[in-house]
């Protein structure tokens, strides 16, 4: 009787416990600004300077749990090589020109907005890329594979990409990027595989998919919450004197989601299925967040960090009301 009565309580805290701790990921809509709003106030009464020294492996632990679970083997299946293709071409031409223009137009003068732009525009997808296109029923398997390529390639373009952009008006040591790169993304990648793998000799694959995966972004919303917090603060006193740059970055960020939503959706609504339209508009259009703030706060310091961080407050309801518009045309 009293392990029948110990099991219902631990179950019932370890159930509130992950209720409580999913809470900023779940409504990160509202997580985004109070914690900007957070850092400038306390930024403004303390000096955070020191937090800076732990931003690299926050990062590193922030994208870990985002690669548990992701298969390499999804890079070399072919079934949807259109697809694929016609991403690669949105993703790493369309995107990084419309930011291009952006950028040169508005922030030629603010290169570090500049930069964290730039990030933004060449490193494509994330996990909830999949989450939204399973809500949206699109096509999963490819929103998987669209994923795991968009991630790797982008990886090794960025650095180059970053260098033909932002090199005239920023200084990029490539080799500081690659390292970034090699450890905010690779690292996390390959200890990814390791755990995921070493999982499943102990637990069935559906376990890992049921109880385990729908937690880990969990552990990335605390290390987003971290690095934007430590961004903010720390600049807190010039964004209170520089308020227009905020401003600014807003409105660029509002034309360069606009842009690629919608160009996304006429190529997917003008040559693929409604199910693959889904897959690549949401494959394209959401950008990996997590990835870029640690790449920008760790390469290219608070202000390009701000508007990748800045970012969370568009991507999600640009992804919910394509949904809406989607599933209303039907």
């Known amino acids: 009787?009293?392990?029948?009565?110990?099991n219902t309580y631990r179950g019932i805290f370890v159930s509130t416990f992950w209720k409580i701790f999913m809470?900023?990921?779940?409504?990160?809509?509202?997580?985004?600004?109070?914690?900007?709003?957070?850092?400038?106030?306390?930024g403004l009464l303390f000096?955070?300077?020191?937090?800076?020294?732990?931003?690299?492996?926050?990062?590193?632990?922030?994208?870990?749990?985002?690669?548990i679970g992701l298969k390499i083997s999804e890079i070399f299946n072919l079934k949807y090589i259109k697809l694929i293709n016609t991403s690669l071409l949105i993703n790493f031409i369309s995107i990084p020109l419309i930011a291009y223009l952006l950028g040169f137009m508005f922030l030629r003068n603010q290169p570090e907005l500049f930069a964290g732009l730039a990030i933004i525009a060449l490193l494509p997808t994330g996990t909830m890329t999949v989450a939204f296109t399973l809500i949206a029923k699109g096509n999963v398997p490819a929103s998987l594979q669209l994923t795991v390529v968009?991630?790797?390639?982008?990886a090794i373009l960025a650095p180059w990409y970053l260098l033909v952009m932002v090199g005239q008006f920023i200084p990029i040591d490539l080799m500081q990027v690659f390292q970034t790169i090699f450890m905010v993304i690779f690292i996390p990648l390959i200890a990814g595989l390791i755990t995921y793998y070493a999982l499943l000799t102990k637990i069935p694959e559906t376990t890992f998919k049921e109880k385990i995966k729908p937690k880990l972004p969990g552990f990335t919303a605390y290390g987003m919450i971290y690095i934007i917090f430590t961004s903010i603060s720390i600049n807190a006193n010039r964004i209170v004197s520089d308020w227009h740059l905020l401003l600014l970055a807003v409105f660029v960020l509002f034309l360069f989601y606009i842009a690629i939503f919608s160009l996304s959706y006429f190529i997917g609504k003008r040559f693929y299925t409604r199910e693959n339209c889904i897959s690549l508009v949401y494959g394209t259009a959401l950008r990996n967040l997590a990835i870029g703030l640690g790449l920008a706060v760790t390469t290219f310091g608070a202000d390009?960090?701000?508007?990748?961080?800045?970012?969370?407050?568009?991507?999600?309801?640009?992804?919910v009301q394509f949904g809406r518009i989607i599933n209303k045309s039907n």
């Open 23 to 42: 809470i900023p990921n779940r409504n990160i809509v509202y997580t985004v600004p109070l914690t900007i709003l957070s850092g400038l106030i306390v």
């Open 150 to 154: 968009g991630l790797v390639i982008g």
């Open 304 to 319: 390009a960090a701000l508007m990748v961080a800045l970012c969370f407050l568009f991507q999600q309801q640009f992804a």
């Open 1 to 6: 009787m009293q392990n029948s009565h110990y």
């Open 47 to 67: 000096d955070t300077s020191g937090l800076r020294d732990y931003v690299l492996i926050v990062s590193i632990l922030m994208v870990y749990p985002l690669m």
